[in-house]
Each structure stands twice: as structure tokens, then as C-alpha cells.
């Protein structure tokens, strides 16, 4: 940080004014000047701190983001406030872009930071007011279509906007932490539903990484299990990959806990990930769902059709069952019956809806379910 002070206060000039916010953030401010000379400041600033520096008789390397922004007027009451949101906006899109990068403010990044404040303001309101719902997708066994289990997929009840699905919602619910009580409703809704069935079908609930790191899930899934009374070897948890990768000893030991609860571990999006097979190799996982995108040229390419007899191949051997997600064609459907799938599920099969839509018609033929 002191070098650091000290290479800023070099380059700037005797009118500018150089401070520190806190932590690793610096502030410049410029009299006279204009977006150029801003951004050419920017780019020295960057290239000096990209540097190797000595300290304590050590080599560190470190990398600098930088945003612009500035004042095309004589200043007003108020107008340093607005100065700083803007400056920190165009850090926030370098940061966005890369280590080792500048960006100027743009109009479009307050009507993007306005839009993402009134969506986590509705989603904090949302939490207190119970507006989520869940849909359910079915998922089969490959060969004679026995229904297994549903998956379930959350979705966000907008007084104004509608339903919304994840897409729309998740990354601020995760940013903001709001993914932690949202996602503890989601398995105690999901857990609730499923006791409530006529037959023992297995729930699969999703678990963000957010609430994989921040939660004690197994304290959580434990008094779930308890006050809801169901059978933990019916319950499904899902996690990425992401939600691991950065502490396999940490989650090697919340792995333990929850198989000690009887619950299953299944790994979200095989194959889409850069570490799947290190995972695999370091967690002791139930299941692995195959990631839709290796599905897209199944039962049209040789080369999908060997990628996935692979992957099954690999699960036999290390005794994971193995469900394919996306299915969407017979074509599809013919390939894993013959490479000996375990579960399949798809808009083929069954498209998510509310558990009430399903009726009577648990254990039936997918087809006859209205898929």
C-alpha cells in the first residue's frame, strides 16, 4: 500500500490530489484536464503497477483496475457524491472486463446500477413477503420411463413484473446473500411437497455456491429432515462444481456430514465446467448430471454419441449413477438407452410446472403427464 501511495503521488501532478479509501482502493482527483489525459493516466497507472515490487526483501506482483469519471461543469453541492458513484461504476465494469484495466463512465452504467438497486430492493421485499414459488420437472428411469423423482426449479412471484425464473434474479440474490433464505424456503417447500405424495418419489433441490459457503447446510438440512419428517435417502442436493472447487477439504467434510444425514450429493453440469473430473476425484459424489450442452448433437454426431458413451463409461466404473438433463429428441433418448443411462429428464419427458398440475398421475408414462 505505501509503495503503491507512493507510485500514484509520482505520476500525478503537483495540482492533483491522491487518497486512500480504504482497504486497496485509491482516489485521484484531477483539476483541469480531460477524458484523454484521464485515460492516459490510467494506462501508466496500470502499467507501473503491473510491475514487480520489492517488499521486505520479497518479489509481489499486483494488478490495478481503474475507473473515469468526471465533471464537464463548475462544481455543485452534491455533484462529489455523484462524481464518486460514477467513478466507482466504471470500476466495477473494468473490474468486470479483467485484471489490468480501465473504463470510463458511461450513462448506461447508472441505468444499469439504478435497475440493479430497484431489483435488490424488490427481491429483500420479496424474501419478507414469501412471494417464490416452485415448478417441478420429472426426471426417469431410461429404459421402461418410470418416474423417479422431480427436480425443483425456483421461481420469483413479481407483484409487478410477473413470474420470473432464476436467470432473471439469482446473481443479485447471491451477490446480496439473499440466496441463503431464499434457498432454505426453496428445500423446506420442496421437502414439504414431497411428504406429502403418494408415493416415495426422491426431491431434488438446487444449492447455490453462495449458500454452500455461507450456510451450515448440514444443521439445516438435519432440522429440515426432522420438522418435516421425510426420508433423507429421498432427497437430492445438487451443486456445481463452483461450489467446491475452492475448498475441497472444507467441503470434503460438509460432504461427510450430510451423508451421515442419509441425503444424496449429485454434481450439476458435468462437463461444462473446466475441473469436472478433478472434482470426481476429490468428492465423494452420488450422482452426476450431464450437462445439457453435450446433449445438443446427441444421436446426430458420431463424435457427441462417443462423448457421452464416455462419460457413462467413466460413471459405471466409479459406481455414480448418471442422469441426462435436456433431453429433448428420441434421437436423444435412443443413444442414452443404449450407452445404459440411468435417469433422463427433458422437455421430451416433462416441462416444469407446479406439482398440483401433475394430479394423479405419479408413476404414470411421462407422455401420458402432458409433457
Known sequence: LVQTASILTELCGDRDLVARFGGDEFAIIRRGGDELAAAALAADIIDRLSRPLLVGGRQVEISASVGIAGLVQEARPGDAGTLLRHADLALYGAKKDGRNAWRLFEPAMEAVYLANRFLEDDLRSSVEHGHFALDYQPFYGVHALDLLGFETLLRWRHPLRGELPPSEFIITAERTGLIVPIGEWALRAACTDAATWPCPLRVSVNISPVQFAQADLPTLVRSVVRDIGIDPRRIDLELTETAVIKDIGGARRVFRALHDIGVNLVLDDFGAGYSSLQILKSLPFDKIKIDRSLLQDVGRTERADAI????????????????????????????????????????????????????????????????
Do not use: K, W, Y
Open 308 to 371: 457421452i458413451g464416455a462419460i457413462l463409461r467413466l460413471a459405471r466404473t466409479l459406481n455414480l449413477v448418471v442422469v441426462a438433463e435436456g433431453v429433448e429428441t428420441e434421437e436423444q433418448l435412443a443413444v442414452l438407452r443404449r450407452e445404459r443411462c440411468d435417469e433422463v429428464q427433458g422437455f421430451l419427458l416433462g416441462r416444469p410446472r407446479p406439482i398440483h398440475e401433475f394430479g394423479d398421475t405419479f408413476g404414470a408414462p411421462s407422455r401420458a403427464m402432458g409433457a
